[in-house]
């Protein structure tokens, strides 16, 4: 699709309040996971959504292991960039219905994204590095971000900062929570060691390790 139809943040989270309880939205797409009792009903209900998606002309990111389905959702445009659109919506409420029909319970709290943040003082140069190390090919920088189209990776981004001599953390990871479970992993990590950096608001929490070492805490409450 082209010019997708695409969704801003707080649309995208409205829409999931009404009536998508199944589902929360992370750095791109949004997700729902299930709980399966074995592989077979788990393969029967992958093959269901399958289905449905080649019925809408979507193709979702399917994943079936050991007790869970999961489903993500997202339109990818002409470069490459992923976002939610009303299509996106319109078969989620399709994939909510199948997985009730067959009784298998959504568990929001066990959905996660990881990415990866890196300072760099110049994204042009040092992107095609990422991209063609972690994909095969310099040519997946989208929109600033490194983003494998195979899925097989992590996504990568860049955060601006001065020049600076080693040795200083320049990676850091961004793990993506549904937002009711960010602040018991807060706690959690807390508890074992790690130290609170700064609480910006609901949509990110910087932690460190006991080394120092940090990670960002991200859910998409308060984001635009």
């Given at each position: 699709?082209?010019?997708?139809?695409?969704?801003?943040?707080?649309?995208?989270?409205?829409?999931?309040?009404d009536?998508?309880?199944?589902?929360?939205?992370?750095?791109?797409?949004?997700?729902?996971?299930?709980?399966?009792?074995?592989?077979?009903?788990?393969?029967?209900?992958?093959?269901?959504?399958?289905?449905?998606?080649?019925?809408?002309?979507?193709e979702?990111?399917?994943?079936?292991?050991p007790?869970?389905?999961?489903?993500?959702?997202?339109?990818?445009?002409?470069?490459?960039?992923?976002?939610?659109?009303?299509?996106?919506?319109?078969?989620a409420?399709?994939?909510?219905?199948l997985a009730?029909?067959?009784?298998?319970?959504?568990?929001?709290?066990?959905?996660?994204?990881?990415?990866?943040?890196?300072?760099?003082?110049?994204?042009?140069?040092?992107?095609?590095?990422?991209?063609?190390?972690?994909?095969?090919?310099?040519?997946?920088?989208?929109?600033?971000?490194?983003?494998?189209?195979?899925?097989r990776?992590?996504?990568?981004?860049?955060?601006?900062?001065?020049?600076?001599?080693?040795?200083?953390?320049?990676w850091?990871?961004?793990?993506?929570?549904?937002?009711?479970?960010?602040?018991?992993?807060?706690?959690?990590?807390?508890?074992?060691?790690?130290?609170?950096?700064?609480?910006?608001?609901?949509?990110?929490?910087?932690?460190?390790?006991?080394?120092?070492?940090?990670?960002?805490?991200?859910?998409?409450?308060?984001?635009?």
């Open positions: 699709m082209d010019q997708p139809d695409k969704l801003r943040n707080p649309e995208i989270l409205a829409a999931l309040a009536g998508l309880g199944d589902w929360r939205r992370m750095a791109q797409p949004i997700v729902a996971r299930y709980r399966v009792p074995g592989i077979e009903e788990g393969a029967a209900f992958v093959a269901a959504v399958a289905e449905a998606a080649r019925g809408a002309g979507r979702p990111e399917l994943r079936l292991g007790g869970f389905a999961e489903v993500a959702l997202c339109t990818v445009d002409a470069d490459g960039g992923r976002w939610v659109t009303t299509a996106d919506l319109d078969l409420r399709t994939v909510s219905e009730a029909r067959r009784g298998l319970p959504a568990v929001p709290g066990d959905i996660t994204q990881l990415e990866l943040g890196l300072d760099a003082t110049d994204f042009d140069r040092v992107g095609p590095f990422w991209s063609a190390l972690l994909t095969g090919s310099p040519d997946h920088v989208v929109h600033g971000d490194v983003m494998d189209p195979a899925q990776v992590p996504n990568v981004w860049f955060q601006r900062t001065d020049a600076h001599e080693a040795p200083r953390q320049r850091h990871p961004d793990l993506w929570l549904a937002p009711e479970e960010a602040e018991p992993r807060i706690r959690a990590a807390l508890a074992a060691g790690g130290e609170l950096v700064v609480r910006y608001d609901a949509s990110c929490t910087v932690l460190a390790d006991p080394e120092g070492n940090r990670v960002c805490v991200c859910t998409a409450e308060g984001r635009d």
